[in-house]
């Protein structure tokens, strides 16, 4: 079967999906074996990280995250059930509640924030932070353009 003629740029940019793909593979593994002293997984990790931020609904989470809302709730019910967060009211919904973080919740995310710094120093230090600050534009203009209404060219 013969391959479908690309251009370089588009060779490049399936080089660079295949490689972002492994990348994030990579990066949950670590956020896992980061948040497991505390009894958590990176998903849970990141829920905590969101609701620490600001007053959010799950669905506002799971905007955020990329994650369907669905997925975003039930990381959202186990938590609650650990304490590590409660629901409150939301005046400007009544159906969509605030998810916001308990004081266990908060030590708990402190606790998984402190062993990711470390390794995050370690890292950065072994790439610089010049390169990835970089690395991180162009990843963001990526991100971007993915996420960008685009005219019907897919089949």
Not at 49 to 59: E, K, L, Q, R
Not at 65 to 90: F, H, K, M, S
């Amino acid at each position: 079967m013969k391959k479908p003629d690309r251009t370089a740029a588009g060779d490049a940019f399936a080089a660079f999906s295949i490689l972002v793909i492994r990348l994030a593979a990579h990066l949950s593994a670590e956020g896992d074996a980061l948040a497991k002293p505390s009894g958590q997984t990176s998903a849970r990790w990141q829920v905590l990280a969101a609701a620490s931020h600001a007053n959010m609904s799950v669905a506002d989470i799971g905007r955020i995250l990329g994650l369907a809302r669905q997925g975003v709730q039930r990381i959202a019910d186990i938590l609650e059930a650990e304490g590590l967060v409660r629901y409150e009211e939301n005046p400007a919904h009544q159906r969509a509640k605030l998810l916001l973080l308990t004081p266990e919740g908060e030590a708990t995310l402190r606790d998984i924030q402190m062993r990711q710094a470390a390794w995050a120093d370690a890292l950065g230090a072994e790439f610089g932070a010049d390169d990835l600050r970089i690395t991180t534009e162009v990843l963001a203009r990526v991100l971007d353009g993915l996420a960008r209404p685009k005219a019907k060219t897919r089949r």
